[in-house]
C-alpha cells in the first residue's frame, strides 16, 4: 500500500501564490508516477500535473504556464508550484500517485492512490 500525506492548501487572494506538496509513504519501491489532480462539487475530479518517474510531465491546458510541477524522487514527494491563481483554480486539490507491484514473472499489478484532498480557495 501507498499513503499520501498532503499540505499546502489555503486561502488565496486572486494573483496570489500557493504551493502544494505530497509525500509519499509505504511501498514507495512502486512508485511509477505522482501528481496533482483537482475537482469541484458536481464536476469530475481532472488532471493538474503529474510527473513520472523518467521526469515525463504533464499539465492541464489552463494551468499550463502559471503552475509548476517538480518531483524529488529519492524522497517520495511531489510539489506543486501555483503562481497567478484564478478564482477558476479553486477546488479540492488531491494527490495521485501510480504504483507498479511485480506478481508472477514479467506480470505487474497496477494500482492508483489518493490523498485525502486539501482545499484551495481563490478570492477576488
Known amino acids: 500500500q501507498v499513503q499520501l500525506m498532503e499540505s499546502g492548501g489555503g486561502s488565496v487572494q486572486a494573483g496570489g501564490s500557493l504551493t502544494l506538496s505530497c509525500t509519499a509513504s509505504?511501498?514507495?519501491?512502486?512508485?511509477?508516477?505522482m501528481g496533482w489532480y483537482r475537482q469541484v462539487p458536481g464536476k469530475q475530479r481532472e488532471l493538474v500535473a503529474r510527473?513520472?518517474?523518467?521526469?515525463?510531465?504533464e499539465y492541464d491546458y489552463f494551468v499550463r504556464g502559471r503552475f509548476t510541477i517538480s518531483r524529488d524522487n529519492d524522497k517520495n514527494t511531489v510539489t506543486l508550484q501555483m503562481d497567478s491563481l484564478q478564482i477558476e483554480d479553486s477546488a479540492v486539490y488531491f494527490c495521485n500517485a501510480e504504483a507498479a507491484f511485480h506478481t508472477k514473472g514479467w506480470e505487474r499489478r497496477y494500482s492508483t492512490y489518493w490523498g485525502q484532498g486539501t482545499q484551495v480557495t481563490v478570492s477576488s
Open positions: 509505504g511501498s514507495v519501491f512502486a512508485v511509477t508516477s
Open positions: 510527473m513520472t518517474n523518467s521526469e515525463n510531465v
